[in-house]
């Protein structure tokens, strides 16, 4: 079987990228599919009402300040960065964070892991399982290409036999990192019995499979001491390989953090000594984007809890919102807004007024204290407001949002703003 890359198969994705089609909402105008060049040169304006509601739109100014927040708590504990693609699926964020000093991208799939690489990523951390054939032929083709590093987890010593008798006939060897499990947890490996099973089955395949590291997701836990108790036992497990000479890989990559807990993983595994070099990379996605739910709860922790991340002398910004039209206001306490839950996540909280503003005004002001969403429909919004309260039929009002990850694949094109809320750039999501 010919197993070189198949071009045609696997075209380039640079085209889609840089193209706006329309028919596609939260936008202005579009009559034809047009150059994502020429998008600035339409001088679309929010608050001129240029743009189609409900949109969700992207603040410049607060993600630049996100990429080198996080940029620099990272550098600060001599790790690196391989942000969580998954939480936007937009290979020009993708591209952005590289750019302010990432390591990689970490992705969740072989299909998320295509469209990185499709978009230039070299270095994709796929923080899963690789399983089921076509997965594993996406993967395959990629690795033909001598300039992309992949790696993935291993918890069985089954699975590791699935990717050894796959990899064998293609002469291809594929990087692996071990994952250290929970009780009562996701995936991972709980014991001694099954760590034994799993080493085992990685030296039968060693021309294969390379094992590079450690990998840990402290996320499935919710409490610190357990969390605490999850990395120690990382870092044994990590300390007791290295004494068994099992990693294939200097330095050996020992990995960790979500978006709630990186302060704790930063300094347990940043301390940790394995016994040889190691690579510390961290994985926190949602910092580029924020919200104001379970992220912001996370991070009032981490500044108060964690010297570096105060010293950095400001905080992570909500660079999210989605704007939306009042629809009617039908009762004295009640109005209904243009908003629902195709347009924002509504699982962890329901989306948060912050903004109000009345075309024709000078500027959008905040909503007042009392506004609260309180019930979410297909396309609509109940939106409870206080009698007297200045709203009208025509208005616009901004949703902060809460685990922006479930609001970004709702759009496939974001735009970006800049403090006059002017369209300087639009983002496209690949979900």
Not at 28 to 42: C, D, I, S, T
């Amino acid at each position: 079987m010919n197993h070189t890359k198949d071009r045609a198969q696997y075209p380039s994705a640079t085209e889609e990228l840089d193209v706006v089609h329309p028919l596609n909402k939260g936008l202005g105008v579009v009559e034809r599919a047009v150059p994502l060049g020429e998008v600035p040169n339409f001088r679309w304006n929010l608050l001129r009402e240029d743009l189609s509601l409900p949109t969700a739109v992207l603040y410049e100014e607060k993600l630049k300040h996100n990429l080198q927040w996080m940029q620099s708590f990272v550098n600060a504990y001599g790790a690196k960065l391989a942000p969580h693609g998954k939480t936007t699926m937009a290979p020009k964020l993708f591209s952005r964070q590289i750019q302010a000093g990432a390591w990689g991208i970490t992705l969740a799939t072989a299909h998320q892991t295509r469209v990185a690489y499709e978009h230039g990523v070299r270095r994709v951390l796929m923080a899963n399982q690789l399983i089921g054939r076509q997965n594993l032929e996406i993967v395959s083709r990629l690795l033909e290409d001598d300039e992309f590093e992949y790696f993935c987890l291993v918890d069985s010593a089954e699975q590791v036999e699935l990717l050894g008798n796959f990899f064998k006939p293609r002469n291809q060897t594929l990087n692996v990192l071990l994952e250290v499990g929970a009780e009562d947890g996701r995936t991972g490996v709980r014991n001694q019995e099954q760590l034994h099973a799993t080493t085992a089955a990685l030296a039968r395949w060693k021309s294969q499979i390379r094992l590079c590291g450690v990998e840990v997701f402290e996320g499935v836990l919710s409490d610190e001491p357990s969390i605490m108790q999850l990395l120690h036992r990382t870092v044994d497990v990590t300390r007791q390989l290295s004494r068994e000479k099992r990693f294939d890989r200097s330095p050996v990559i020992l990995t960790g953090a979500g978006s709630a807990w990186y302060d704790i993983v930063a300094e347990i595994f940043s301390k940790a000594e394995i016994g040889e070099e190691k690579e510390l990379i961290l994985r926190s996605g949602c910092y580029a984007i924020h919200d104001v739910g379970s992220y912001r709860t996370a991070q009032k922790r981490i500044l108060e809890c964690n010297a570096t991340a105060r010293g950095i002398g400001s905080d992570l910004q909500t660079a999210l919102q989605v704007w939306a039209y009042v629809h009617s206001v039908p009762e004295r306490e009640k109005a209904i807004v243009g908003l629902g839950k195709r347009d924002a996540a509504f699982d962890s909280r329901l989306p948060v007024p912050a903004r109000h503003f009345r075309p024709g005004s000078a500027k959008p002001v905040s909503v007042p204290v009392g506004w609260t969403l309180t019930r979410m429909m297909d396309q609509h919004a109940f939106l409870r407001v206080a009698e007297g309260d200045n709203i009208r039929v025509g208005d616009m009002v901004a949703f902060d949002i809460s685990h922006p990850c479930l609001t970004f694949d709702k759009w496939r094109y974001l735009p970006v703003l800049n403090s006059d809320y002017q369209v300087i750039d639009i983002v496209q999501t690949f979900f």
